[in-house]
């Protein structure tokens, strides 16, 4: 499907950054997405955040892989690069092209399904290695692309669109980056902008593997069952020509969290999550603390926000490798294949 583009047109009172730019330069195409999805606002959120910190565009590189979320790279910075990688491989082409050119910013945006179960090994050794990246996990618990089946996020009790209920225990992406050592970790909320951009450009800015796991939901794989008017119930009653699918249009889900206090927000299909931010004296730079921190708060039955851990002095995978300060892609062929003796000097090494 060719993506549409967005009208060129700039509003001469439009706010403009250092580097001439305003947001709409850190836009993309017109999204395809169901109206009311969480993603687009996720996408908004990255638009503002880029803008503010003055990053030029064709220094970014974003990746993606497979999924309703792996669509978002397309949303923003069009004036980018871009690779939209096979299901759960996006983390070894991030780890790759950082490895040749140390000198753009990495941004990954991937989802539950594609991190937490056929990626999760990729991710897993992306957080070991400490790659200098922002990854953003867009958690709404189901495969939307596949008509809503349960995902490696979802928790144990939630009903799908069929009915069914999920017995599985949820991956949580938080609690596995803590365990691998991950040198920055953050949660949020697509519908609470106010704390998302901080907490992106805190990502953007961190040297080495800063994982954003944004709960982001899912507005058409929440009707119910039994309902006359569902997507399900309809095409059990008519003949279909051609499987399709009309997704009404919703409103988007927002909702402001103040500092150490609970808010809940009533999702589109009447559930409710209830959010709360890290509390004024709360220590990031405490991994065990904030193990017990988000331990507590599920135990609660909420979902702990914010920036919970952050490691001070983080080395990323070039400072382990001991690479060179200049970007491989930079240097002449001749720098990076010396020659047959060159190579049989440094094989001596290792006999």
Not at 313 to 320: A, E, K, L, T, Y
Request: charged letters at 20%; a negative charge.
């Amino acid at each position: 499907m060719a993506q549409t583009g967005k009208p060129s047109v700039r509003h001469p009172s439009l706010k403009v950054n250092k580097l001439g730019l305003t947001q709409r330069d850190y836009e993309g195409s017109m999204s395809t997405l169901c109206a009311g999805c969480g993603h687009d606002s996720i996408t908004a959120s990255l638009v503002q955040a880029f803008f503010e910190l003055e990053i030029e565009p064709h220094k970014v590189a974003k990746l993606s892989g497979i999924g309703c979320s792996s669509k978002t790279p397309a949303y923003f910075l069009k004036e980018a690069h871009g690779f939209n990688s096979v299901h759960g491989r996006m983390p070894s082409i991030a780890t790759g092209a950082n490895a040749a050119n140390r000198g753009m910013t990495y941004i990954g945006v991937s989802g539950d399904g594609d991190s937490l179960s056929i990626g999760l090994g990729q991710l897993c050794h992306a957080i070991r290695r400490n790659v200098d990246m922002l990854y953003i996990i867009e958690n709404n618990g189901v495969y939307g692309l596949t008509k809503g089946q349960f995902s490696a996020s979802a928790d144990v009790g939630t009903k799908a669109k069929k009915g069914e209920e999920n017995r599985m225990g949820p991956i949580d992406p938080v609690a596995l980056a803590l365990s691998l050592g991950a040198s920055f970790v953050g949660k949020g909320f697509s519908g609470d902008k106010q704390q998302l951009v901080p907490l992106i450009k805190a990502g953007l800015s961190h040297k080495g593997f800063a994982l954003l796991d944004v709960i982001s939901p899912c507005v058409t794989f929440n009707d119910h069952q039994g309902s006359t008017k569902s997507y399900q119930y309809t095409r059990d009653h008519v003949q279909e020509v051609v499987e399709t699918d009309f997704v009404p249009v919703l409103h988007e889900i927002t909702a402001e969290q103040a500092s150490g206090d609970v808010t809940s927000v009533a999702m589109h299909d009447g559930s409710v999550v209830k959010f709360r931010p890290v509390a004024e004296g709360y220590d990031p730079t405490d991994r065990d603390g904030a193990y017990s921190h988000i331990a507590t708060r599920q135990a609660a039955g909420e979902v702990a926000t914010g920036l919970l851990y952050i490691e001070k002095g983080s080395q990323d995978v070039h400072s382990f490798e001991n690479t060179v300060e200049e970007s491989l892609v930079d240097l002449d062929f001749e720098e990076l294949c010396p020659g047959n003796q060159i190579l049989q000097e440094l094989q001596k090494q290792w006999r």
